[in-house]
């Protein structure tokens, strides 16, 4: 089993719509979680990081569910510029990053 | 404040060749991780250096190998390519102690020929 699982879509929205991903991981000693953001043939470039109590940065809303091990991201009105694939990102044993393979999202106009 | 930098950005390379990539971390930051990650997919764990050493090890093949410098800095090297190498290599470093963001550098993409 993977340890960080991601549907990769492609998830294909208007502008202005809410999108929201899903990410589980495997390991429960798990210590902090991530949400990446990389454009094509660029480097990952962090979003924002996921707490137990849920945090909001923007348009952006993260939540993090240590008893069920998932993690996820809503965006909501959606810009073109959103476009890009979201890694979800998982940290333990003193900062080795687990990885999903990463949501694609394609805003439309 | 420079952030993660890495060298070369783009290179091509034959099947049993032998290659090194640089890497020189954020300022302050003193632990620099090494990730492959092949079209398509995640980035995958390679290997990480703290304090010149080699603290932990991904499933990649002892043809890779890597180097810390008393400057943080780091190179990872890879030896007798294949073609299933080709893939864009990206250094990450982040702070010691755990439970922090990593930064990444723009990545070298390696193609084997």
């Known amino acids: 089993r993977k340890e960080v699982e991601q549907d990769p879509g492609p998830f294909n929205v208007p502008e202005g719509a809410t999108v929201a991903f899903n990410c589980t991981y495997s390991?429960?000693?798990?210590?902090?979680f991530f949400w990446y953001r990389q454009d094509c043939r660029k480097e990952p470039k962090l979003l924002m990081s996921?707490?137990?109590s849920g945090n909001e940065d923007g348009r952006f809303t993260a939540q993090l569910n240590r008893a069920s091990q998932y993690i996820s991201l809503l965006i909501r009105d959606s810009k073109l510029s959103d476009s890009a694939t979201y890694l979800c990102?998982?940290?333990?044993?003193?900062?080795?990053?687990?990885f999903g393979s990463g949501t694609k999202l394609n805003v439309k106009p | 404040d420079a952030g993660v930098t890495q060298s070369p950005t783009h290179l091509i390379k034959t099947r049993g060749q032998q290659v090194t990539l640089r890497c020189s971390p954020k300022?302050?930051?003193?632990?620099v991780s090494w990730y492959q990650q092949a079209l398509g997919q995640g980035p995958q764990f390679i290997f990480q250096?703290?304090?010149?050493?080699?603290?932990q090890r991904g499933n990649f093949p002892d043809r890779f190998s890597g180097h810390q410098f008393p400057n943080y800095s780091s190179e990872l090297n890879v030896n007798a390519l294949l073609l299933g190498d080709s893939a864009l290599y990206l250094c990450?470093?982040?702070?010691?102690?755990?439970?922090?963001?990593?930064?990444f550098g723009q990545g070298t993409r390696l193609t084997v020929v």
């Open positions: 250096y703290y304090e010149e050493e080699e603290r």
């Open positions: 990102v998982v940290n333990r044993n003193f900062n080795k990053f687990y």
């Open positions: 996921v707490y137990s």
């Open positions: 990450a470093s982040s702070l010691a102690g755990g439970n922090t963001e990593a930064f």
């Open positions: 390991n429960s000693a798990s210590q902090s």
């Open positions: 300022s302050g930051h003193d632990t």
